[in-house]
């Protein structure tokens, strides 16, 4: 039998109380059985003292962010004057240069040994997916090396359609195919560079092409694609629904407690895990 495993993991945990929410009741109630944990947002703490106790066997990863929120370093390349993070994928992929690369080392370092205080992250990724740069990724995974975090997320995605036009005729779409686009040609080169620092990755993504657009289908579509040994991460942004938020991601919030999609993939051959079993 060909061992294929998946893993759903919910990014942008610690933003904001609605993702804490979401990551609680996907863990309780659904399979939700992994999490990226920003540290740079103030909801960082109600992720580590009322989220993560109930949720024992979580596997807690760490999702580096030079994008969004207030760094935790002095990095004026990255923020405007208050603090505030001001970068973008293309900033950051025109703008290397080391003093650059200083910075962003010195900000991940602060986010890494933060997490460190409390818990020992299982895997690392970052926010916006801007480590698939290739000077960032090595940045990232030669931190991942001295820290001790054995995974590192990859980005090759099968290209795969879910037959249905409306998914496909909008702004979201198109801007996902250049972001698969990038993906792609990075990620060769990236997993070269993560086995030379000895880490171990994920073999296939699923939430690219379809980012801001996930559903069961999106999800079906992407494991037909795949039929040989492999590790399978599905990225989905889950928000809890409350009156205030309502958005793509609060529909992705209910893909986590869909035992009818757990079960179709499980008949499809994977078996449901996450980091820590690996």
Known sequence: MINKNFIMNADCFGMSSSDNKAVLEGYVNGFLTSASLCTNFEYFEDAINNVLP??????????LNITKGMALTDCPLLTD????????FIYLLQKKSPELAGQIEQEFRAQIEKLLA??????ICSVDDIHIIPYIFEIVAKLAQEYGIKFIRTHYEELYFVPKFTKHLNLTYLSNIVKWIFCKSFTNKNK?????????????IV?????NLMDIHSIEYA?????????????????????????????????TLDKNLEERIK????????????
């Open 54 to 63: 109930d949720c024992q066997n979580l596997s807690v990863g760490i999702q």
């Open 207 to 211: 939430g690219i092409l379809y980012s």
């Open 118 to 123: 409390v818990l020992k992250p299982t895997h």
């Open 192 to 204: 070269i560079v993560a086995s030379k620092y000895s880490l171990k990755t994920n073999d296939f």
């Open 223 to 255: 494991l037909k694609e795949i039929n040989q040994e492999s590790i399978v991460e599905c990225i989905i942004h889950p928000k809890k629904y409350d009156n205030s938020i309502k958005d793509s991601h609060t529909k992705e919030f209910s893909l």
């Open 81 to 88: 004057e208050r603090g505030n993070f001001n970068s973008g």
């Open 267 to 278: 008949k499809a051959g994977f078996t449901v895990t996450n980091y820590n079993n690996l």
